[in-house]
Structures are given as structure tokens and as C-alpha cells.
């Protein structure tokens, strides 16, 4: 269970990132209190998911705690996924405040042959609104203002990637 100002920030797809990169099965997800991940794997790399989820989460992430418990190994997971949020409590988690642009969207910005040349709602898992656009927690793009704007192909696509910055 990590806790804190981590979700709508990139977390759970830095999870992913990290734990694929370890060899580790399992899942993450959002929920009523936080992030919720579920992993197996060798004790030296789950160890190491650990240490990275408290000293080098994602920009705008601030880590409260990061609490485990060993379980005997299930061996129900053949891979690391990103699976659906869940409210099974009262809400208790923090949501990011609204951060500037990030120099890696300011660069699109900037671009003249970059499709989000000019745009001016250019946003990533590292800036953006997040504070002004929530309705409610855990935070997904279905819990914001955003709801009822579909997105073009392309940004479907990047939103659909765990690898992908605005996912």
C-alpha cells in the first residue's frame, strides 16, 4: 500500500514501468486510500520496487508511506498489469495541486511539426490540472471535468499506453 499524493500523477504507470523492468508479476490500482499493488517475485527485486516507489517516484508524487505485508506466493500472475480503480471505503487520498507545464510539453508546444504545436491545454502524467478538474476519488479520467471530452485516436492511444507518459 503506498500512500500519499499518488494517483493522477503517473503512478501506477511507474509501477508498471518499474515492476516489468524487475521481472515482477502482479497489479496495481488505484483506490479509495491510495495505491493498492499486489506483486510476486524474487525477495532482492521486490525489495528494490520498494525502495524505488519511496525514492524516486514520478515528479509530481509525494510518497506518505510505503507499507507491505509478505504473503505466500499465489502464482495466479503470469505478467505486471494496471487494473481498474476501486472504492471500498470512504475516500482518503490526497490529489495533487494544479502544476505548470512541464518542459517536455512546453517542447511540444514549441514545435512547429509536433501535432500539439500551439495547443494550449498541453498536459502529461508530469503537469497539468489536477485539483481544479477532480470530482472525485480514486482519481481516473472518468472522476474529472475531462469525462465528456473524447479524446482523438492518437491520444486514445498514448492514454491507453502504460509506457507512455500520458497514460
Known sequence: RVTGTVQGVGFRPFV???????????????????????????KAEVAELCRLLSEAPPPLARVTSVDWTTVPRVGTYDSFRIVDSTTD?????????????????????DDPDDRRHGYPFTNCTNCGPRYTIVLSVPYDRLATTMAGFRMCAECQAEYDDPADRRF
Not at 89 to 109: F, H, I, M, W
Open 16 to 42: 508498471f514501468r518499474q515492476a516489468a523492468a524487475l521481472g515482477l508479476v502482479g497489479f496495481v490500482q488505484n483506490d479509495s486510500s491510495g495505491v493498492l499493488i499486489e506483486v510476486e517475485g524474487e
Open 89 to 109: 471505503r470512504v475516500p482518503n487520498v490526497a490529489v495533487s495541486v494544479d502544476s505548470a507545464t512541464c518542459d517536455d510539453c512546453l517542447s511540444e508546444v
